[in-house]
């Protein structure tokens, strides 16, 4: 068999022996190397559906998006802004461009051209139609038979609006969370594995079945098999473990142990966690991860997470639908009401505290500082 030994790498030992390499036999002796998903409904299945990191960190985000106080103004105000609170808008973008990396509005109208309602289109079916030199022209949406939407109408109204994020490597489609959170994901959801397959065989480690009668005799293959069968049917699964083996003939059982190295998936698992919250842009501590949950940390924690990622993703999302609304109706402008966040109200006392100290600015200049038309008397 030296072309057995050639082939996995084996190497002399001391005494005549062989010893091979554990690395490279692992996929033989059951171990698997599994490459992550590339496919967008793989991934969302592994990120967003079972992994509950991954799934409360989008909904942490989205919902914050979506439960923002927005202040409309403009001429176009009066028709904009029931349009935005419609069948949770805000959120599902937000949603779609953090899995995702884009989102795709499309505005109905109705014959005499006036708004009626915002679709946010699912981008995994939308594929974006250019010109020659590769400007978009319009989308196809792929649901039970393809329609296609030009991004402008006849008369060179934004009908459907793509928000993405950006992407270095990409012209015109952005890039999700999903990409950088799918390493992780893989990990913690097979630590979870793990444990479910512990907790299966009583929190105890698998082990072996030694045949060692004495006298050097072998099990002949019916006892073989039927050894395997009887161990498949009366000690395998989780309403067995812990049955105590009946032994004869030779036969002691050697069980296996965990070492601490082996352990360590625990801390893995955690480590995985982080990341996963860290793609997301969610502070670690509000999604109850272990290390950090203190009171202050978690004031500063619900600050940073709106100050780093809620704010600036709803920014993105009310600054294109102005521009989309704009062609349609007069313009329009959404404002995020941050006085009616509790998480910025240290900021905001600050923000008071410094401008009211401030001797050398005028009234007006301090109303402006502070967000209040001028010329409006104070109650």
């Not at 899995?99 to 109905?108: Q, T, W």
């Not at 105890?204 to 009668?213: C, F, I, K, Q, W």
């Not at 601490?260 to 625990?266: C, G, R, Y």
Request: charged share 25%.
């Amino acid at each position: 068999m030296k072309w057995l030994d050639k082939w996995l790498g084996a190497k002399s030992a001391p005494g005549g022996g062989t010893v091979l390499p554990i690395r490279d036999i692992g996929p033989l002796l059951g171990g698997m190397r599994t490459a992550a998903p590339t496919a967008y409904a793989d991934q969302l299945c592994e990120v967003f559906e079972r992994n509950p990191v991954g799934h409360r960190a989008v909904r942490l985000v989205a919902g914050a998006v979506g439960s923002l106080a927005i202040d409309t103004s403009g001429e176009g105000a009066e028709l904009a802004a029931p349009l935005l609170r419609r069948n949770g808008l805000l959120e599902t973008v937000a949603l779609h461009l953090l899995l995702h990396g884009n989102a795709y509005v499309r505005l109905a109208a109705d014959p005499e051209g006036i708004p009626t309602s915002l679709h946010c289109l699912r981008p995994e079916r939308v594929a974006t139609l250019t010109d020659r030199e590769g400007w978009p022209t319009g989308y196809a949406y792929r649901g039970r038979e393809v329609v296609r939407y030009p991004a402008r109408d006849a008369m060179e109204r934004l009908s459907v609006v793509h928000i993405r994020a950006f992407h270095p490597g990409k012209d015109i489609e952005g890039q999700g969370c999903l990409e950088a959170a799918i390493g992780p994901a893989m990990v913690h959801n097979a630590a979870s594995r793990w444990n479910k397959a512990l907790l299966d065989n009583a929190a105890r480690p698998s082990g072996a079945l030694v045949h060692d009668p004495g006298d050097g005799t072998a099990l002949t293959d019916k006892q073989f098999d039927r050894l395997k069968a009887e161990l498949a049917e009366q000690y395998e699964g989780s309403g067995n473990a812990g049955r105590p083996l009946l032994l004869d003939g030779g036969l002691r059982w050697q069980a296996f142990s965990l070492s601490p190295a082996d352990m360590d998936f625990i801390k893995l698992k955690e480590a995985a966690a982080r990341d996963i919250a860290l793609a997301f842009g969610v502070p670690p501590v509000l999604l109850g991860l272990p290390g950090d949950a203190t009171f202050a940390n978690g004031r500063e924690a619900g600050r940073a997470l709106y100050r780093q990622t809620v704010l600036p993703l709803a920014r993105k999302i009310l600054r294109a639908l102005e521009t989309q609304l704009a062609d349609w109706i007069e313009p329009v402008r959404f404002e995020i009401d941050e006085d009616q966040l509790s998480e910025l109200s240290e900021d905001r006392s600050r923000l008071w505290s410094a401008v009211n100290a401030a001797d050398f600015l005028s009234r007006s200049e301090k109303r402006a500082m502070l967000g209040f038309p001028d010329g409006e008397l104070a109650q």
